[in-house]
């Protein structure tokens, strides 16, 4: 079990990751990855196209995604007719998305954005370029915080 001073480090450690240029789900996913046997560049490989809602199409937060993709590490099912192994790590996510939606207002990065219109910002691919003024004008990265503090206190709670 890790200790919460611990458990915070990490949490930084996505911030930082995201302040790098990482993307949202990258940076949580990193921050965690090793926990389960994954090295840093293979959890930011495996992360990188969940970035802007996945593929910048603006559809669930990069850093959502990132909560998902370390619950599937950390209680996924790996037998194909696990029914109840399936059902358990499908609860735990929609219990950590519920508990994202309830801080944030919605898991849809247009939503938290405030872009109006999928398609607008589906359009473009171009990943934004990272600078001072993107990151006062982005929530991004309290979101990432958010996303890895809930991540910490799943892993604090499950002791």
Known sequence: MMTDKELDERVNRAVDNFMQGYG???SVVAAFADLYGLDDTLAKKIAAGFGGGVGRMRMM???VSGIVMLVGLD???TEGGDREGKSACYKVVQDLLAKSKEENGSIICAE??????YEKAHSNYVASERTAEYYKTRPCAAKVENAARIFAEYLKAKG
């Open 61 to 63: 937060c990069g850093a």
């Open 75 to 77: 209680c996924g099912q």
């Open 24 to 26: 949202c789900c990258q």
């Open 112 to 117: 938290i954005l405030g872009i109006k219109g």
